[in-house]
């Protein structure tokens, strides 16, 4: 099967099931595993080159996320046979290991896959209730929706945004009466790159329990922003840093 996957969790969604050879394509920011960084690249996340991917004759092409969703129209007008996900909670993440499974014809991996991520997700160290508050963005300040609330009640922590709620800015009211224990920066690109003064000097965040006792810390956000395999080990590695 010769397959494209232009959404970075699709990506790594796939190699998980050992399909990593049939890919031929990918988008530039699709980053790991390292083996992707030997596959040709088609293009940005909502803007490839659909020519580009067409001549790569592709039996299938995967897609993730509304933004995509231009994308997924354009190459079905040129005849693609296009897999769009969409996951929202933690429910659908897991569901779309299934469904992927299922279109590259590895049912069994996919459940194998789902028993994994599940068993890391119960490793991960509960704590004494804690209110965590994630930012994936700065300019403004947005709080991590979709996925995340779920997984931080998984090791006993509270989010800002409640379970069902998409990633949105939060006013100064909701963050006093939230009043965070601590403050986790997964900014969307940036990886480890980002300076916990940014908040830790903000007088927006000044009056905090986090900022007062230094809680903030940085998270890959690729560990909790995306959702593919690793947000499981996203996990692992947050409730470790809340000890």
Same mark, same amino acid.
């Given at each position: 099967?010769?397959?494209?996957?232009?959404?970075?969790?699709n990506?790594?969604?796939?190699?998980? @099931? #050992?399909? #990593?050879?049939?890919?031929?394509?990918?988008?530039?920011?699709?980053?790991?595993?390292?083996?992707? $960084?030997?596959?040709?690249?088609?293009?940005?996340?909502?803007?490839?080159?659909?020519?580009?991917?067409?001549?790569?004759?592709?039996?299938?092409v995967?897609?993730?996320? $509304?933004?995509?969703?231009?994308?997924?129209? !354009?190459?079905?007008?040129?005849?693609? !046979?296009?897999?769009?996900?969409?996951?929202?909670?933690?429910?659908?993440?897991?569901?779309? $290991?299934? &469904?992927?499974?299922?279109?590259?014809?590895?049912?069994?991996?996919?459940? &194998?896959?789902?028993?994994?991520?599940?068993?890391?997700?119960k490793?991960?160290r509960?704590?004494?209730?804690?209110?965590?508050?994630?930012?994936?963005?700065?300019?403004?300040?947005?709080?991590?929706?979709?996925?995340?609330? !779920?997984?931080?009640?998984?090791?006993?922590? &509270?989010?800002?945004?409640?379970?069902?709620?998409?990633?949105? &800015?939060?006013?100064?009211?909701?963050?006093?009466?939230?009043?965070?224990?601590?403050?986790? @920066?997964?900014?969307? #690109?940036?990886?480890?790159?980002?300076?916990?003064? @940014?908040?830790?000097?903000?007088s927006?965040?000044?009056?905090?329990?986090?900022?007062?006792?230094?809680?903030?810390f940085?998270?890959?956000?690729?560990?909790?922003?995306?959702?593919?395999?690793?947000?499981?080990? #996203?996990?692992?590695?947050?409730?470790?840093a809340?000890?």
């Open positions: 099967m010769r397959i494209v996957s232009l959404a970075p969790s990506t790594e969604i796939l190699f998980a @099931l #050992g399909c #990593g050879s049939e890919i031929v394509g990918v988008s530039n920011v699709c980053d790991y595993p390292v083996d992707v $960084f030997q596959i040709p690249k088609v293009g940005g996340w909502i803007n490839p080159d659909c020519r580009k991917i067409m001549k790569l004759r592709p039996d299938i995967f897609t993730s996320g $509304f933004l995509q969703q231009p994308v997924v129209d !354009e190459l079905r007008l040129l005849g693609a !046979e296009v897999f769009h996900v969409d996951p929202r909670s933690l429910k659908d993440v897991l569901h779309s $290991f299934k &469904e992927i499974g299922a279109m590259v014809s590895k049912r069994k991996q996919a459940n &194998e896959l789902v028993k994994e991520f599940n068993s890391k997700l490793k991960a509960k704590h004494s209730k804690k209110r965590v508050l994630c930012l994936e963005w700065l300019k403004p300040f947005m709080a991590s929706g979709n996925w995340v609330p !779920e997984l931080l009640e998984k090791i006993n922590c &509270e989010s800002l945004l409640k379970k069902g709620e998409i990633s949105r &800015e939060f006013t100064p009211q909701e963050l006093k009466n939230f009043n965070p224990n601590a403050i986790v @920066l997964n900014v969307c #690109g940036a990886g480890y790159k980002v300076n916990p003064e @940014l908040v830790l000097i903000d927006f965040f000044a009056s905090t329990l986090a900022v007062k006792r230094g809680k903030v940085v998270l890959h956000d690729s560990m909790l922003n995306r959702p593919g395999p690793r947000l499981a080990d #996203g996990l692992v590695e947050l409730s470790k809340l000890k």
